[in-house]
């Protein structure tokens, strides 16, 4: 399993990454108690599919939280978000793929567990810059 953890200057350019493209909906929590530059906390971001039969989905990916702001509510509170801008883009379903540590998590939120996840790892190695 490629496993690949951005250090603090990638994350202005990843950020920015996500923000042009027109289908993802990125969503940011900015610690705001006196940390300048503002430090990015937490990220999450979804992506929209309109399925050939009609209709859209949302995959939702990169929800992240600094694990030294856990347990606050900012993973609830970007979730959230992500829900709320898949109704309004009239989304009839949102997937993910989580650790199964996570699947409680996820379930706190109002999502359900369902089917089996598959998927294939194109790249061996390091992920494109």
């Not at 939702?60 to 979730?79: S, Y």
């Not at 898949?86 to 993910?96: D, K, P, W």
């Not at 699947?103 to 790249?123: A, I, N, P, Q, W």
Request: aromatic letters at 8%; a negative charge; proline letters at 3%.
């Amino acid at each position: 399993m490629v496993t690949w953890i951005p250090d603090e200057s990638e994350w202005s350019e990843i950020v920015n990454r996500f923000l042009i493209q027109g289908h993802v909906r990125s969503y940011v929590a900015i610690e705001a108690l006196g940390s300048e530059p503002p430090q990015v906390i937490g990220f999450a971001s979804i992506s929209f599919e309109t399925k050939v039969r009609g209709g859209v989905i949302g995959h939702i990916e990169d929800v992240v939280v600094d694990a030294t702001h856990r347990g606050r509510g900012l993973g609830r509170m970007l979730v959230a978000a992500i829900l709320e801008e898949s109704r309004r883009r009239n989304a009839y379903r949102v997937y993910l793929e989580s650790s199964e540590s996570n699947v409680g998590f996820y379930k706190s939120c109002g999502l359900e567990r369902s089917g089996v996840g598959t998927h294939g790892d194109l790249l061996h190695g390091d992920r494109p810059a």
